[in-house]
C-alpha cells in the first residue's frame, strides 16, 4: 500500500510503503523538482534501511516463484535473474542505491518506465521489468553475457563508447565478476542436485542392502545389512 502526499510545486511526495502486517513499515521518499539549470524534472529517492530481520534467503524464497515464473516466460536463465538480484539488492525489494535504481532488480527510473513498470517497489513489477531488460541485453549481444551484464550495470551506452567491450570501470568490472561467480555457482549446485535425483530415480529395490533380523541367545533382535 503507498500513501502519498504532494507538496505543491515542486512536485515532491513522501510515501510510506506498508508491507504485510507485522513487517515494520519502511519510509521511502521521492521528491521531484525542476534542474536550476535545464529545466527539466529531477527524481530523487531515498529509503530506509532494511529494519526486518527476514533473512535474505526466506526473502529469496518468496520472490522465488516470480523469478521461475516470469525468467521462464522470456526465455531467460532463472538462475542468471537470481544472481543478479543477489548482487543488486541481496532481496531487498526496498532497496535503493545511490544513484536512484530501485527495488529487487535495481531499476533506474528511465529503464523502470520503458519496460512499464510503474511500482518499481513491487517484486512481480520489478522482476518483470528487470527480466525484460536482461532479456534485451542478451539478445542485443548475441548471448554474450558478460556484455550483457556490464551493460546492465554500466548502460548500453558505456559498453557501445569502449567498442562493445566490458568499460574499464571498476565498479563494472567487479559487478560483471560477482554475478558471473554466483552464476556458476547456482548452476554448478542445480547440476549436482540433478545428478544425485537422476541417481536416486535409476536405483532398483535390489541395490539396497536386505535387512536381517537375528536373536542372541539371550532372546534379544539385532538387525543387520549384509
Known amino acids: 500500500m503507498r500513501i502519498c502526499f504532494g507538496l505543491g510545486f515542486l512536485a515532491a511526495a513522501c510515501c510510506w510503503l506498508l508491507p504485510a502486517a507485522g513487517v515494520p513499515e519502511r519510509k521511502v521518499t521521492s521528491v521531484v523538482k525542476a534542474d536550476v539549470r535545464s529545466g527539466r524534472l529531477v527524481r530523487s529517492v531515498t529509503a530506509e534501511p532494511r529494519r526486518t530481520a527476514t533473512p535474505p534467503q526466506a526473502e529469496a524464497a518468496e520472490v522465488a516463484p516470480v523469478v521461475e515464473e516470469t525468467a521462464r516466460r522470456h526465455d531467460v536463465d532463472p538462475l542468471l535473474v537470481h544472481s543478479v538480484i543477489q548482487v543488486e ?16 532488480m535495481q531499476l533506474v527510473p528511465a529503464t523502470a518506465r520503458r519496460f512499464g513498470v ?3 517497489f513491487d517484486p512481480t513489477e520489478n522482476v518483470a521489468g528487470g527480466v525484460k531488460y ?49 552464476l556458476d555457482q547456482a548452476r554448478r549446485a542445480a547440476a549436482g542436485k540433478a545428478a544425485l535425483s537422476a541417481r536416486s530415480a535409476t536405483k532398483g529395490p535390489d541395490e539396497y542392502p536386505p535387512i536381517q533380523q537375528l536373536m542372541d541367545v539371550y532372546g534379544r533382535v539385532y538387525y543387520r545389512t549384509r
Open 89 to 104: 539488492s541481496n532481496y531487498d525489494k526496498y532497496a535503493i542505491s545511490p544513484k536512484g535504481a530501485e527495488g529487487l
Open 118 to 120: 510503474q511500482n518499481p
Open 134 to 182: 536482461l532479456k534485451h541485453l542478451i539478445d542485443l549481444y548475441n548471448n554474450d553475457l558478460t556484455l550483457a551484464l556490464a551493460a546492465y550495470n554500466a548502460g548500453e551506452a558505456a559498453v557501445a563508447r569502449h567498442h562493445n567491450t566490458v568499460p574499464p570501470y571498476p565498479e563494472t568490472r567487479e559487478y560483471v565478476h560477482k554475478v558471473g561467480k554466483k
